[in-house]
């Protein structure tokens, strides 16, 4: 069973510093996995897909990483804002048709 | 906005009633989700089609009933639900299965 792991529960940094968010799961086998944003009571919004073969992937000011063999990956957002402050969410989708998720990072990005 | 629309966004429901959630998606795709996120736990999987096809059934009790009609629409029947069943309940589709996923804003279960 995969098991997905984010690494720190929750984050609080000054505006304009860069963020690490932590992913890490247990089955190297993974088709694909994906970074999504969750505002407070509302739905997912896709942030960045990395398929099993690529090493990372980039949209303005968001760049994932991903080591499938050591299983991680790594989500920065540079110069952060306060319009960041969400949950971030990682999930691997597995050949069994599942995205397994971990439990979200919570930013808060202070002005 | 993602192109996955659930209605209602909100529903508060008592343990003898009968509801049902709606997901619809204009995109084309082919695979859709049922989706569970309970406050402090990751999202669990509850169902998913493909080509009107249930292809999984993430041990889900039978009082949660899923149907699809067609490949834009997703149900979810609700009948004698438990106080442990509130939670938010999201919606996804995907082009194929295994494909990026996107999901809609989602319908805020409480049960009373």
């Known amino acids: 069973k995969q098991e997905v792991t984010q690494i720190p529960a929750a984050l609080s940094v000054p505006e304009g510093e860069n963020l690490v968010l932590n992913c890490s799961f247990t089955?190297?086998?993974?088709?694909?996995l994906q970074w999504f944003r969750q505002d407070p009571g509302k739905g997912l919004t896709s942030l960045l897909l990395i398929q099993s073969s690529q090493r990372e992937q980039t949209s303005g000011r968001l760049n994932a990483s991903l080591d499938k063999s050591s299983g991680r990956s790594t989500l920065y957002i540079a110069a952060s804002q306060p319009g960041d402050s969400a949950t971030y969410l990682c999930?691997?989708?597995?050949?069994?048709?599942?995205?397994?998720f971990g439990a979200g990072t919570t930013v808060t990005v202070r002005a | 906005e993602t192109g996955v629309t659930q209605t209602p966004r909100h529903l508060v429901m008592g343990m003898t009633n009968k509801k049902s959630l709606k997901c619809e998606q204009h995109l084309g795709h082919n695979a859709m989700y049922w989706y569970k996120q309970s406050a402090k736990k990751p999202l669990e999987l509850m169902f998913v089609y493909s080509l009107e096809e249930r292809v999984e059934n993430n041990s889900v009790p039978s009082r949660f009933s899923p149907e699809c009609p067609n490949s834009s629409h997703l149900f979810l029947h609700l009948h004698t639900l438990q106080p442990e069943d509130s939670a938010l309940y999201l919606c996804?589709?995907?082009?194929?299965?295994?494909?990026?996923?996107?999901f809609g804003q989602g319908t805020r279960l409480t049960v009373v």
């Open positions: 089955d190297s086998a993974i088709y694909n």
């Open positions: 996804a589709s995907s082009q194929e299965l295994l494909i990026e996923a996107f």
């Open positions: 999930a691997v989708s597995s050949n069994d048709y599942k995205l397994s």
